[in-house]
Nanobody
């Protein structure tokens, strides 16, 4: 059974930083592209970014480009989202997801390309 567990969310002031983690079990982590998504109250889920299975391809949504950094440690089966210069509009539940196919990556992927999702972690940015 594949499981994705996010951690690291919390409350932070505007301009601050947070680092989210996504721990993966039950899958050969190093063979799968991973993604981050977020969903604010009353809004649709939004793509944040992806990182390919060996980290060679990283892609960010325009809304977070230059402020957020995605990385992964395949030895620890964990992906990270470093969030800097946070804004109140970054407030959302952040979820990680795993691509359904190994060794595959698409720029600006559709949600349907991901088959396993974490439960999410709340990030709240106060003004």
């Amino acid at each position: 059974q594949v499981q994705l567990v996010e951690s690291g969310g919390g409350l932070v002031q505007a301009g601050g930083s947070l680092r989210l983690s996504c721990a993966v079990s039950g899958r050969a982590f190093s063979e799968y592209t991973m993604g981050w998504f977020r969903q604010a109250p009353g809004k649709e889920r939004e793509f944040v970014g992806i990182i390919s299975w060996l980290g060679g391809t990283i892609w960010y949504a325009d809304s977070v480009k230059g402020r957020f950094t995605i990385s992964r440690d395949n030895e620890k089966n964990t992906m990270y989202l470093q969030m800097d210069s946070l804004k109140p509009e970054d407030t959302a539940v952040y979820s990680c997801a795993s691509y359904s196919l190994p060794r595959s990556v698409t720029i600006e992927p559709e949600e349907t390309e991901f088959d396993v999702w974490g439960q999410g972690t709340q990030v709240t940015v106060s003004s």
